[in-house]
T-cell receptor
């Protein structure tokens, strides 16, 4: 059974700092890995999708890497802003539909 | 949100009553999914569909049934609602299993 773990569960940083969110998964037989953002009381917004054959994807200040063999992914956020405050969710798709981690709650302090 | 709509957005219902949530898509995607999100548990898969009339169970399917009679609609039914089914329910779609998922805005269901 696929299990996804995100560390840390919560993170508070000052504005402008670069930061890394971590995600690990137990079964490396995945199709892809997806990072989402969720604001309080809202739905999920897809940030980045990394196919199993890819090593990383970039969108603006966000960069996600994937090491399938070790079952790890990182989401790097450059020059963090208060508007980045949200919960970030990692999820993997493989033999079963998308399985989620419990998320990292990020607070960026002005 | 990329042509996916959930209804209703909010619902309060009494224990023991039947409830149906609707997910409607305009993307003609093959796959549709129902998840529930609860504090401490994150998002968990309830049921999913891989085509019209083709559905399968997820991790937390007990107490729920689904139907998909048209490509664009995926219904989730709670036959007899219980307080443990109070949750936020999200629908998602994907074109193929290897493609990314797009989520709806969610339905907040309270069973009293």
């Amino acid at each position: 059974k696929q299990e996804v773990t995100q560390i840390p569960a919560a993170l508070s940083v000052p504005e402008g700092e670069n930061l890394v969110l971590n995600c690990s998964f137990t079964d490396s037989a995945i199709y892809n890995l997806q990072w989402f953002r969720q604001d309080p009381g809202k739905g999920l917004t897809s940030l980045l999708l990394i196919q199993s054959s890819q090593r990383e994807q970039t969108s603006g200040r966000l960069n996600a890497s994937l090491d399938k063999s070790s079952g790890r992914s990182t989401l790097y956020i450059a020059a963090s802003q208060p508007g980045d405050s949200a919960t970030y969710l990692c999820a993997v798709s493989g033999n079963t539909p998308l399985v989620f981690g419990k998320g990292t709650r990020l607070s960026v302090i002005a | 949100d990329a042509g996916i709509t959930q209804s209703p957005r909010h619902k309060v219902t009494e224990t023991g009553t039947p409830v149906t949530l609707r997910c409607h898509q305009t993307e003609n995607h093959r796959y549709m999914y129902w998840y529930r999100q609860d504090p401490g548990h994150g998002l968990r898969l309830i049921h999913y569909s891989y085509g019209v009339k083709d559905t399968d169970k997820g991790e937390v399917s007990d107490g729920y049934s689904v139907s998909r009679s048209k490509t664009e609609d995926f219904l989730l039914t709670l036959e007899s609602a219980t307080s443990s089914q109070t949750s936020v329910y999200f629908c998602a779609i994907s074109q193929e299993v290897t493609e990314g998922y797009t989520f709806g805005s969610g339905t907040r269901l309270t069973v009293v």
